[in-house]
């Protein structure tokens, strides 16, 4: 049997690969994995329970036995609705904390692999093409400039109606690109057989067409 089908879309915050992977599984109609989900509910959830975000232990725990479930588009812990709270600027800080901790990452490592499923999963995060899913069908390294994904968190932001200053956007994107890439567990870069997409200058439509057709060339 052959395996089933998995396509990778890591690269880093903002960069769009969160919008083209889920319409990339939705083109094909296979299962959609957010991993960044997994590491903001882990971070929610500590803050929740008063533990440490440097306390690898126990943070490990909570990972691992997380309440959470993802239903048509809206993400839950423990029976609430926390689709926008695991959104908040805090809560992305302290999943790009969390997300440092070496058995924090073990922790979650079978939650991620099971969602590889028939007819085929789409997986977007940091390590999907490095360390989940190595052998992946294809895979994609989704960049675009920090300033091009700052400007794009600042549209987003406005039309949600909150303030947001640009500048302290642009250092914030440089901050945690700065961490996700410099850690000693799975760092963020892109795996040696990855396809580099730069959507600096290119729009949704124009990357999930890119992704389509490297898969479908695989
Ligand atoms: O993609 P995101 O912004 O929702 O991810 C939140 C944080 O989780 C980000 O700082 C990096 C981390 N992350 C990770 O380390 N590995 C993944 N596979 C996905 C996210």
């Known amino acids: 049997m052959p395996p089933i089908p998995v396509i990778t879309i890591d690269g880093p915050s903002a960069s769009g690969k969160g919008t083209v992977a889920e319409r990339v599984a939705a083109a094909l109609g296979f299962h959609f994995l957010d991993s960044g989900a997994l590491y903001r509910l882990t971070a929610l959830s500590a803050m929740r329970h008063g533990v440490a975000l440097d306390d690898a232990a126990r943070v490990a725990e909570l990972a691992a036995t997380l309440p959470a479930a993802f239903r048509d588009g809206s993400v839950w812990l423990a029976g609430e609705d926390v689709t926008d709270a695991i959104r908040a600027e805090a809560v992305g800080d302290g999943a790009s904390k969390v997300a440092a ?3 924090v990452r073990a922790a979650l490592l079978d939650r991620q692999r099971a ?3 028939t007819p085929g999963l789409v997986a ?3 390590d999907m ?3 989940v899913f190595a052998d992946a069908t294809a895979k994609i390294f989704l960049t675009a400039s920090a300033e091009a994904r700052a400007e ?5 932001l406005i039309e949600k109606g909150n303030s947001a200053s640009l ?3 642009v250092a914030d994107m440089q901050a945690r690109d700065a961490r996700d890439t410099g850690r000693a567990v799975a760092p963020l870069k892109p795996a040696p057989d990855a396809l580099l997409l730069d959507t600096t200058r290119m729009d949704v439509e124009s990357a999930v067409q890119a ?3 490297h898969y479908r060339g695989r």
């Open 211 to 213: 992704v389509l057709s």
């Open 115 to 117: 969602y590889r499923q």
């Open 129 to 131: 093409g490095t360390v």
């Open 167 to 169: 500048p302290a956007l």
């Open 101 to 103: 901790l070496p058995a």
């Open 124 to 126: 977007d995060g940091r």
């Open 152 to 156: 794009r968190r600042h549209k987003q």
